[in-house]
């Protein structure tokens, strides 16, 4: 079993419409939480990050934890075509080892 | 120069080659990373430098061999490659002991022949 599992997609959706990107991890132990965002031909860049359960926000950017059924989202409100990128759920397994799903392609059409 | 900068951008190499891949941070982290991103899979965490000494070695093959002269700059020394090691090759540093915000460099994209 993979220590997360992220849906690849592609993904499209219309412009304004909310989007949720989802992933699933293995190990109840993980506590970090990350969604990492990553455009055509560059690195992934930091999102946001996320502690244990609940919800953080910012801007129009959610995440969301839920350790119970080892779960964890990205919603965003208002999608524009800037948004179109891969996004990629990642926890912390160890001490400077981060896990990565395989990311999911989202396309915003105008 | 800003963030992470890594050189070449794009390498193609035959098999008997030897090459080398530059990352250099200039934000004053001490933890760089590479990591292997290949289509359809998850980055794959290859080396981790600590203040300049090696803390992981994710059972990579020996034809990749890793290099921190100092805080600042990494290599990966490339030899005898096979095809399936084409990929994009990422630079990461970090600041924060858990090593969860990397700062990502924009990649060599790797072609072996």
């Known amino acids: 079993q993979k220590e997360v599992e992220q849906d690849p997609g592609p993904l499209s959706v219309p412009e304004g419409a909310i989007v949720s990107l989802n992933c699933t991890y293995s190990?109840?132990?993980?506590?970090?939480f990350m969604w990492y965002r990553q455009y055509s031909r560059k690195g992934p860049e930091l999102l946001m990050y996320?502690?244990?359960?609940g919800n953080k926000e910012d801007g129009r950017f959610t995440a969301q934890v839920d350790k119970s059924s080892k779960y964890i989202s990205l919603f965003i409100r208002d999608s524009q075509p800037s948004d179109s990128a891969t996004y990629l759920c990642a926890t912390i397994q160890g001490a400077q080892k981060l896990v990565f799903g395989q990311g999911t392609r989202l396309t915003i059409n105008p | 120069e800003t963030g992470v900068t890594q050189t070449p951008r794009h390498l193609v190499m035959g098999m008997t080659n030897k090459k080398s891949l530059k990352c250099e941070q200039h934000?004053?982290?001490?933890?760089m990373y590479w990591y292997k991103q290949s289509a359809k899979k998850p980055l794959e965490l290859m080396f981790v430098?600590?203040?300049?000494?090696?803390?992981e070695n994710n059972s990579v093959p020996s034809r990749f061999s890793p290099e921190c002269p100092n805080s600042s700059h990494l290599f990966l020394h490339l030899h005898t490659l096979q095809p399936e090691d084409s990929a994009l090759y990422l630079c990461?540093?970090?600041?924060?002991?858990?090593?969860?915000?990397?700062?990502f460099g924009s990649g060599t994209q790797l072609s072996v022949l």
């Open positions: 996320t502690y244990s359960s």
């Open positions: 934000l004053g982290h001490n933890a």
């Open positions: 190990n109840s132990a993980f506590q970090y």
């Open positions: 990461a540093s970090s600041q924060d002991p858990g090593g969860k915000k990397l700062f």
């Open positions: 430098y600590s203040l300049e000494e090696r803390v």
